[in-house]
């Protein structure tokens, strides 16, 4: 009992682990840091990531009573467009706000942000940094999205426990190998394509018809868990050293692939072929590129 319990601990923390830097290293995770004022750090998180349903509203601390002004600096993402800018105000629910435009699924804008507090300037990112980019989507279902994101949470922890009962030996290793393929599966290899259509228009990016790394980075553990299963089978064999291993790979494998930063090399809107007439949902590349 003692075992069991230390195993599902540890599967949770490994999981809680990968799942956290996946998502805090990944490009759409809001870009965060503070602005002093008064011997005081004040937090700001700036989006990178918005729904086509507006143009995204992107805000910084206020400091009543400073003399104290931000300007948003920004331009469609990879095009030699001219730097736009536009002056943060307080809104209605005096919130220091400046808006970026709306763009189109998978349309992406880069900005920056400069100001001044009481006569010392600040730049946002640092000079010398790379500007943030936004990318926008369209929205998608929570009768889509939770289920998605319930078994991908899901898939980790078991494929975890799975790990840890081939590693210590347990007999459990089948049992969990099966119920993370069978998330994989649903949650992955189901649901995420149509997470994918609602988002970006299509449901799949990945190999062999583009480069999108999130698609590939799922079609790699569901093989990797898929081989898994059918080489470890359902019985019991009577040298389990191999069938050991196998799980043992495949839950290395999925956490090797969620240490790759989630939505990288997703689809982006290609700007040239828009300005030359394509349809925005035509327009749509992925790869490492972006």
């Known amino acids: ?63 009543e009573g400073a003399d104290y002004n931000a300007t948003l600096h920004y331009k469609r993402y990879q095009t030699q467009d ?19 435009p709306v763009q189109p699924a998978a349309g992406k804008m880069e900005y920056f942000i400069t100001g001044a ?17 936004l990318r926008y989507k369209d929205p998608v279902s929570n009768n889509i999205l939770i289920p998605h994101v319930v078994l991908m949470i899901l898939v980790i922890i078991f494929g975890m426990r799975a790990g840890l009962g081939a590693l210590f030996d347990d007999g459990t290793m089948r049992k969990w190998t099966a119920a993370a393929f069978t998330a994989m599966t649903i949650g992955g290899m189901i649901l995420g394509p ?18 999108d790394f999130t698609d590939n980075k799922m079609l790699i553990m569901w093989v990797a868990w898929a081989l898994a299963l059918a080489i470890i089978g ?32 997703g689809s982006t809107l290609d700007y040239d072929a828009v300005d030359q007439g394509i349809d925005p949902k035509e327009a749509i590349k992925t790869g490492a590129e972006n």
């Open 1 to 63: 009992m003692i075992k069991n319990i230390f195993m599902w601990v540890l599967a949770v923390l490994l999981a809680l682990a990968a799942m956290i830097y996946q998502r805090s290293t990944g490009p759409t995770y809001e870009f965060k840091g503070q602005l002093e004022y008064n011997g005081e750090a004040h937090k700001y998180e700036l989006l990178r990531s918005h729904e086509t349903t507006g143009g995204a509203k992107i805000e910084l601390p206020y400091f």
């Open 82 to 100: 001219t730097i736009t800018t536009s002056a943060f105000q307080l809104d209605e629910n005096d919130q220091f706000i400046a808006q970026l």
């Open 117 to 133: 507090i009481d006569g010392e300037r600040f730049t946002i990112p640092e000079q010398g940094e790379k500007d943030i980019v």
């Open 194 to 211: 149509l997470v994918q259509k609602s988002a970006f228009g299509e449901y799949w990016t990945g190999f062999p018809f583009g480069g």
């Open 234 to 265: 359902f019985k019991e064999k009577k040298k389990e050293i191999v069938s050991r291993v196998t799980v043992m790979i495949a839950a290395l494998v999925m956490t090797v692939v969620y240490l790759i930063p989630h939505s990288m090399g």
